[in-house]
Nanobody, 122 residues
């Protein structure tokens, strides 16, 4: 399975961006993968921002993004998204998508996208 992340860019504080992550390769049941978005700011550790459980039953959001970010998936397109609203300069980071066919997403997850840079200017 290969993941391709895209949609990053430069945006002013208060603006919005939508990140996309498309999966390709040997995917039997896209809906059966847990998916997540991580981010890594300069000098900081990679952190989980949002995740969507297998079959889309449960979402998780880091406290710093609750109410502003939304994770979703489109099984027909083998794609999942991170809608980011009310962006803040502290959201500036490289964002990575990840997926796994195990129940949980983590830094040890099997499949990773290449990262897409989000820069929020003040």
């Amino acid at each position: 399975v290969q993941l391709q992340a895209y949609g990053g860019g430069l945006v002013q504080a208060g603006g919005s961006l939508r990140l996309s992550c498309t999966a390709s390769g040997r995917i039997l049941h896209f809906n059966g993968y847990v998916m997540g978005w991580f981010r890594q700011a300069p000098g900081k550790e990679r952190e989980l921002v949002a995740s969507l459980s297998r079959y889309g039953t449960t979402t998780y959001y880091a406290d710093s993004v609750k109410g502003r970010f939304t994770i979703s998936r489109d099984n027909a397109k083998n794609t999942f998204y991170l809608e980011m609203n009310s962006l803040k300069p502290e959201d500036t980071a490289v964002y990575y998508c990840a997926a796994d066919n195990s129940p949980r997403i983590s830094l040890s997850s099997k499949y990773w996208g290449q990262g897409t840079l989000v820069t929020v200017s003040s």
